[in-house]
């Protein structure tokens, strides 16, 4: 940040969130950049992407959102861009924490179903060819999230996404759905297909690696209606067009590739990857990002079926 601000001749301020919460780079209709602002611009995107591939999620959704500008980037998006850096600069030194112990995830209830009507011999597929697993089992678990109808030009909604090995974040999403969801469930199911196949690619490139996995991957949700359609084999789905992402995520369940849990939305960690937050609620959410919601934040998991066993 320090030859951004001699490059730009910046004096960047302190910002505790990334974005203003406010400001919609969509339908900014500010002038354009010349031209060499216009190089500084993409260059400034460049480097903030390479911040996100050395591991600071927690400006991914700025990253992605203000990538979408460098063939035409107007003032208001250099000037949101500046906040950026001015959050980067002031909170430098924070870190992924590595922290390799097992969680325990057997305080959260976990009701069994017969999944054998609907989804019979349901199983993971696994390549016959992997070595044969050695060493202590790891267990994949995560947040997923959607923003629905974020974007004002084209209401396409934002997938978020925070995947653990154990306790440590390892891979982090944040991107536009290709289409367009009419409800905060369409959204939702989206998302939760986007995880549970980031999921399974995690668990098969763990198993070429000779790694013994603990299944299945715990995914907590903030969406309660998505998340209990998807988990009793008795539930039904009225949108067609959301057919594809429904069966996924229950064929993915059924195997016991992945259990879907209902968190409130203020504990869901993937939701900074969504849209812009304040900074309070963003504070929170990226400074607990080695911690789960407790059993009584998540209900008791009761969901009547008649199928249950």
């Known amino acids: 940040t320090g030859k951004i601000e001699k490059l730009m001749d910046w004096k960047l301020r302190c910002y505790n969130s990334p974005e203003n919460p406010d400001y919609h780079s969509e339908i900014d209709e500010g002038p354009f950049l010349d031209d ?14 390479w911040c996100v591939t050395l591991g600071r999620w ?49 305080k959260y209830p976990k009701m069994q179903y017969d999944w054998s009507r609907r989804y019979p011999n349901a199983t993971e597929e696994v390549d016959p060819n992997t070595p044969n697993p050695k060493g202590k ?19 396409r909604s934002v997938t978020g996404m925070l995947l653990f090995l154990n306790n440590t974040p390892i891979e982090f999403l944040s991107k536009r759905q290709g289409t367009v969801e009419s409800s905060t469930y369409g959204s939702e199911i989206v998302a939760g297909w986007i995880a549970i196949d980031h999921v399974v690619a995690i668990h098969q490139d763990l198993r070429w690696l000779g ?35 429904y069966h996924r995520c229950q064929e993915a369940i059924a195997a016991d590739i992945a259990a879907v849990i209902h968190c409130p939305s203020g504990l ?42």
């Open 137 to 155: 089992p790891v267990q994949i678990a995560g947040y997923f999230d959607a923003s629905h109808a974020s974007c004002l030009q084209t209401r």
């Open 211 to 245: 790694v013994p996995i603990q299944s299945p991957a715990i995914l907590f949700g903030d969406n309660e209606a998505m998340v209990k359609n998807i988990s009793l084999p008795s539930s039904s789905l009225k949108k067609r067009h959301n057919s594809i992402a």
């Open 268 to 309: 869901n960690l993937s939701e900074a990857l969504t849209k812009p937050l304040g900074s309070v609620l963003f504070e929170r959410l990226t400074h607990s990002s080695t911690s789960w919601p407790s059993p009584s934040d998540v209900g008791n998991g009761e969901l009547k079926d008649e199928t249950c066993t």
């Open 36 to 49: 060499d602002q216009h190089s500084r611009y993409r260059m400034m995107v460049g480097s903030l992407n």
């Open 58 to 106: 927690d400006v991914h959704h700025a990253a992605s959102t203000y990538a979408r500008y460098a063939q035409a980037p107007g003032q208001g998006h250099m000037n949101a861009l500046k906040r950026v850096f001015g959050y980067l600069k002031h909170h430098s030194r924070r870190r992924t924490v590595y922290d390799t112990s097992m969680p325990d995830f057997s």
